[in-house]
């Protein structure tokens, strides 16, 4: 069974939706003039990579505890359709974002009501339309021809550049801006003609051979031959004339664009789509991956979460029970393993994770049986029974915190953590971006405290 068999068109009393800007809310997919170029395929094909390796999960949030569901859904995130595995859907989606600035993906359910599959769409045209309650219905019109009409509600919509349009990302008209990156890509493959140009010049004729006598055409030839043979056979570099021959060489100046120029055009494309030359050649530093995974990747993997959860969920279910589709990364990834182990021991023996927490730090699934249990330092038992465990009872009384002054309460181990990441930063093992996110997991401390128990610190 094929895509066009999967949602079959109904006919709907429909017309087109109304826009604000007066437009007729037709879009035709898309232009790809950009995508000649082999720096712009380089970046977005780095971004991709990158983006293959979520992990997309079913979850239930339950305050600050995450609990996995091994169900109907989580089964086909981990396995979309029968064409794709889960890395071929979300290569197929990322590139439907950078291409179109939209990606659309159909979601199909059994009779029984279970989510059975996702297939993503690659549309020639859409067009959105409204029915007389006011719902929102979207036209899909493929290359084929093949048409079908659904509900707006029953597909996921990724949206990239979501600005002017109301209804798709991308300029005015539904599809992607690239107005000022042409421009740009204009003058690098300039300078690249113009270093072809340079090199074929190079292996043009250099100089002339004036005879002083007149030759006939048979002379000349045979003259011409005997040249040619003398520089083929010539190892020194040195070739002898007598007094009837005189060698004139062409003057040429070839200017080649330098490097810095190239490296400038190169940075100005790479720059549309957040990626640096480091992170495009793979010789980076963790900060200059954090700050690619912060500017490029973390914006659009959060788009995904929020969309896929939008249309699989009823807000009844995602708002009020806490199910989420999150497509997990490997958390804190621009931390190397040891700063991860030293964040685990320090927030981990202070009772400030879960043990699923610790697991997905390390780019791992959170497990069933690990769901609302915390552990801390004391022979790593229960948090909740910690003073118990320590002084045999705590005869009903509260156990002793501290208050920092700010009504916010911490026991002597949280006041140990607070100074170990102190520390840390000092020493240069954490950054100040990271201590701050360290500090802000655990006291609930706002933002303001954590910026004065930072201060002086760096």
């Not at 232009?31 to 293959?52: F, H, L, P, T």
């Not at 979850?59 to 071929?88: F, H, R, W, Y």
């Not at 009779?111 to 297939?119: C, E, H, I, M, S």
């Not at 007094?243 to 190239?262: H, N, Q, S, W, Y």
Request: proline share 3%; hydrophobic share 35%; charged share 20%.
């Amino acid at each position: 069974m094929g895509i066009f068999d999967i949602f079959k068109s109904k006919k709907q009393n429909v017309q087109y939706a109304k826009m604000l800007n007066g437009f007729v809310p037709i879009f035709s997919q898309f232009g790809n003039d950009i995508y000649a170029s082999d720096v712009v395929q380089q970046a977005i094909n780095c971004i991709v990579r990158e983006m293959k390796k979520l992990d997309p999960q079913h979850i239930l949030k339950k305050g600050s505890d995450i609990v996995p569901q091994t169900d109907d859904i989580q089964a086909v995130l981990d396995n979309p359709n029968e064409l794709m595995t889960t890395t071929d859907f979300i290569e197929k989606i990322v590139w439907s974002i950078y291409f179109n600035y939209n990606s659309f993906i159909f979601p199909t359910w059994g009779t029984d009501g279970k989510l059975t599959g996702l297939y993503p769409l690659q549309p020639s045209q859409v067009d959105f339309l409204q029915d007389a309650s006011g719902e929102y219905f979207v036209k899909f019109t493929f290359p084929n021809t093949y048409t079908s009409t659904i509900r707006y509600s029953d597909v996921i919509h990724v949206r990239y550049n979501y600005s002017v349009n109301e209804f798709m990302g991308g300029n005015a008209f539904g599809q992607p801006d690239h107005d000022s990156l042409l421009k740009t890509l204009e003058l690098n493959n300039t300078m690249l003609q113009g270093v072809g140009k340079a090199l074929k010049s190079s292996f043009a004729i250099n100089g002339v051979i004036k005879y002083n006598s007149i030759l006939d055409n048979e002379k000349t030839e045979k003259a011409l031959q005997d040249l040619t043979n003398a520089l083929q056979n010539n190892e020194s570099g040195f070739m002898p004339l007598d007094l009837k021959g005189e060698f004139i060489p062409f003057k040429r100046e070839i200017a080649m664009v330098d490097a810095d120029t190239l490296k400038f055009i190169d940075e100005k494309i790479l720059r549309n789509f957040g990626v640096s030359l480091p992170i495009l050649t793979g010789d980076y530093t963790k900060e200059q991956y954090e700050a690619f995974y912060q500017k490029t990747l973390e914006p659009l993997i959060k788009s995904l979460s929020q969309a896929f959860t939008k249309c699989i969920f009823t807000k009844r279910a995602s708002n009020g029970y806490g199910h989420r589709i999150v497509f997990q990364p490997k958390d804190l990834i621009f931390m190397n393993t040891t700063q991860k182990l030293e964040l685990i021991r320090l927030l981990g023996d202070s009772g400030g994770l879960y043990e699923n927490e610790k697991r997905v730090m390390m780019g791992l699934r959170p497990l069933e049986e690990l769901e609302g249990i915390r552990k801390q330092s004391l022979n790593y038992v229960d948090v909740d029974i910690a003073n118990t465990y320590q002084t045999g009872q705590n005869n009903g009384q509260p156990s002793e915190d501290t208050d920092n002054g700010e009504g916010v309460k911490l026991t002597a181990s949280s006041l140990n953590t607070v100074a170990e990441i102190i520390e840390k930063v000092q020493t240069g093992v954490f950054t100040y971006e990271q201590a701050k996110m360290l500090l802000s997991t655990f006291g609930n401390f706002t933002d303001e405290q954590i910026e004065v128990i930072l201060e002086g610190s760096t």
